[in-house]
């Protein structure tokens, strides 16, 4: 089956500084990625969709210039959350498509970022 | 507006019992409904796909139904464990050129011994 890999799975970070987070298909090819974030006992909340080498969409509300993604590879996909305050601290999940079947979702593990 | 609603918010039940999660659509156009399985701290699994045409599917103690004319849709738990305890989460997809993902609120099962 694919498989969707991100990293790292947790991550503390001060208030102000910036981090990144990966999210690579690890058997497949990933046309399309998406990033979402959940709040504790909350559903996931699709902040934007990439297509490998070009921009970003971004769900209303979501700042493109805080959450910077970026999708260079079919195989690697990153979110750089920059001047990080206290409420961005969520769970950042992302998941991919593939060519062969796009109505497919498959989602990484997770990231738990932190931020102090 | 494309909604997916699912109930109940949260379930409690005793470890062997059978339970059944409901999910309630008005997604067009209607492309498929996937149940996902999401443990604490983890990405969702999936458990079932169901297409238009479908209107049962199981996988293993989990069994998906689907009436596209009343747009629900259930997942049932057979002889539940604690390893069931998780969030269960109804996905739509919804396809207009592109596809487009529409999340249900999740149902949180807490399973007892």
């Known amino acids: 089956g694919a498989v969707v890999s991100q990293h790292p799975s947790r991550v503390i970070c001060k208030s102000g500084t910036s981090v990144k987070i990966e999210c690579r298909s690890l058997?497949?090819?990933?046309?399309?990625m998406f990033w979402y974030r959940q709040f504790p006992k909350q559903s996931l909340m699709l902040m934007a969709t990439s297509n490998e080498g070009s921009k970003a969409t971004y769900e209303q509300g979501v700042e493109k210039d805080k959450f910077l993604i970026n999708h260079a590879s079919l195989t690697l996909s990153t979110l750089t959350v920059t001047s990080a305050h206290p409420e961005d601290s969520s769970f950042y999940i992302c998941s991919a498509t593939g060519l062969r079947s796009p109505y497919e979702q498959y989602f990484g593990p997770g990231t738990r970022l932190t931020v102090t | 507006k494309n909604q997916v609603e699912q109930s109940p918010q949260s379930l409690i039940i005793l470890e062997g019992k059978n339970c059944t999660l409901q999910c309630n659509y008005t997604v067009s156009p209607f492309s498929n409904l996937r149940w996902y399985k999401q443990d604490t701290g983890r990405g969702p699994v999936s458990l079932t796909i169901?297409?238009?045409?479908?209107n049962t599917k199981s996988n293993g103690r989990y069994t998906a139904t689907l009436d596209a004319d009343t747009k629900q849709s259930s997942l049932h738990i057979t002889a539940s464990q604690l390893s069931d305890s998780a969030s269960y989460i109804c996905v739509v997809s919804v396809t207009s050129g592109t596809y487009k993902y529409i999340f249900g609120t999740g149902t949180r099962l807490k399973v007892l011994a």
């Open positions: 169901m297409t238009f045409s479908e």
């Open positions: 058997d497949f090819q990933a046309t399309t």
